[in-house]
């Protein structure tokens, strides 16, 4: 429920994908009559509707009355204020076309278009500081629209990110890693009647990997899955993807909340969002945030998530969650990504409170896309990209800035590990060694099949990483559907630092 208090303004969020878009509305508005040009909300399909607050911009703007308002790209680090006059939306949540053919082009081309108008009568770029002064602190989370409340003498951004900390007891000291599952036209295992994959083996996925965990004789408090739980974001391959979680957790003795789940490239219909501005409503995602909805009652918009749990041992682990498979823009959709500007603010909050809580944790950063290269070669093909993570560089050197220990991924369908560091700018003149090292983990595939496995390692994988004060051990056990669960590799990686 939203504090009371006024409502002084509101800040959109949006993103450059096609375009300088203030650039393409600036222009309109230089070649219109009557001075003025439509902004549509860039309003993801996931968001709640937010009437209440868009008929309060409307009272604040009654009789052409003008409003400033703040426009936002954190991706690019862009601020501008923009003057307003007159607020329109239908208050059952529809989409609408512009008002009119003051707009820029690509709004034309969207059916059924906005659940929001504003008339704009003039852009001005200004300074983060400016930003600040304006409009107060800059809002972070997945959201596009943010209403500016005054609450005894004090500024609200409203709405405020959803990132939990709060420690969940876990019943084991090490974690079941997962990957690549692929139920659907590309998983290698028994499905549910009627299912087909790119195997006709009546064994299933689910009882390989249990008895992998069986052989590992180790007690597992928590599994994480990093991305491609299904081949093709159909609703029916992610009901296989329950019935298989339904069944570990069930037979490990471990509740949903045991769960670190992130997004894959295949969890998305990135490959079909060909629209001419496929992040304005994020429409890919739905079925995937179905899946989450369905199965976890999760009622959060943000990807990016924090899982904190404290292990049967008393280790504290604290697991990042990332979604790799965000678009950056229609020309990189084949690569992975993930974008400073979605991670940083929670990762401060991380710290935040594990120091209020006077905690010392293993920090573990979950994602899909490899970080560092994982294929001993990769060959440039017509139509085929080399796979990258376009901000690897950043995100790692990030990681091991905040000290984090671990990370997870898959996307690879290849078991990899790497230990090691880069040097971080301190300033554009100055270069530091690095003090820490950072353990990427790959998983490969846990469920893939048929051509989705790599030719010179046609196996399924997980991993199980147990912790204690001194060491992560990890291992790593190979199998396919003809082959029983096999040690494929064992690792101790010696903590940096110590509790």
């Keep these: 429920m939203l504090p009371q208090g006024r409502l002084e303004t509101a800040v959109f969020r949006f993103s450059n994908q096609d375009g300088q878009v203030i650039d393409l509305h600036q222009d309109v508005l230089n070649h219109s009559d009557n001075g003025y040009v439509w902004w549509g909300w860039w309003k993801k399909s996931h968001e709640p509707r937010r009437d209440d607050a868009l008929r309060e911009l409307q009272s604040l703007t009654k009789g052409g009355e003008s409003l ?9 680090e862009q601020f501008y204020s923009a003057v307003i006059d007159e607020v329109r939306f239908e208050i059952d949540g529809a989409r609408s076309i ?3 053919q003051m707009c820029p082009e690509f709004y034309r081309h969207r059916d059924p278009g906005c659940p929001a108008w504003l008339r704009v009568r003039r852009f001005e770029r200004i300074s983060q500081k400016d930003y600040g002064a304006q409009f107060g602190p800059e809002p972070v989370g997945d959201p596009t629209l943010y209403e500016i409340r005054r609450l005894n003498g004090k500024r609200l951004v409203i709405p405020e990110p959803s990132w939990d900390m709060v420690a969940a007891e876990a019943p084991g000291d090490s974690i079941l890693h997962l990957s690549d599952i692929h139920f659907g036209s590309s998983h290698g295992y028994q499905q549910r009647m009627g299912r087909t994959g790119d195997s006709v083996s009546t064994t299933t996925m689910a009882a390989r990997v249990l008895d992998a965990v069986r052989a590992s004789q180790r ?7 990093s991305g491609d739980l299904v081949s093709k974001a159909n609703t029916d391959d992610f009901s296989l993807v329950e019935d298989f979680l339904d069944e570990i957790l069930e037979d490990l003795r471990l509740q949903k909340r045991h769960l670190v789940i992130v997004p894959g490239n295949h969890d998305f219909k990135t490959l079909e ?12 995602e739905r079925k995937y945030r179905d899946f989450l909805t369905s199965y976890f009652g999760w009622k959060g918009t943000e990807l990016e998530r924090l899982f904190h749990f404290r292990m049967s041992n008393g280790q504290h682990a ?4 990332l979604n790799s498979a965000r678009l950056r823009g229609r ?4 690569y992975g990504y993930v974008g400073r500007h979605r991670y ?3 990762f401060d909050f991380m710290q935040r409170s594990l120091d209020r809580q006077q905690v010392s944790a293993r920090l573990f950063a979950v994602l899909h896309h490899h970080l560092v290269p ?13 796979s990258i993570t376009v901000d690897a560089a950043e995100l790692f050197g990030e990681l091991q800035m905040r000290a984090f220990d671990v990370v997870l991924h898959g996307h690879q369908h290849r078991p990899f590990y790497f230990r090691g560091h880069k040097s971080l700018f301190s300033s554009p003149t100055k270069m530091v060694a690095p003090t820490r090292q950072l353990t990427v983990i790959g998983n490969g595939t846990s469920g893939a099949g048929g051509e989705a496995l790599v030719p010179d390692f046609p196996f399924n994988s997980i991993g199980i990483y147990s912790l204690d004060e001194m060491a992560l051990r990890a291992a790593t056990y190979y199998y396919n559907a003809a082959v029983a669960p096999q040690p494929l590799g064992m690792w101790e990686v010696p903590w940096e630092t110590t509790p």
């Design 68 to 76: 400033r308002i703040g426009l936002l790209n954190r991706k690019d």
């Design 98 to 100: 512009a008002p009119d």
């Design 219 to 225: 007690e597992v408090g928590v599994v994480v899955v």
């Design 273 to 284: 969002a060909m629209d001419v501005a496929p992040t304005m409503d994020y429409a890919h």
């Design 318 to 321: 604290v697991f990042g969650g």
């Design 331 to 334: 020309e990189s959709k084949e």
């Design 344 to 346: 940083a603010d929670m």
């Design 374 to 386: 994982v294929q001993e070669m990769e060959v440039p093909r017509p139509g085929v990209p080399i």
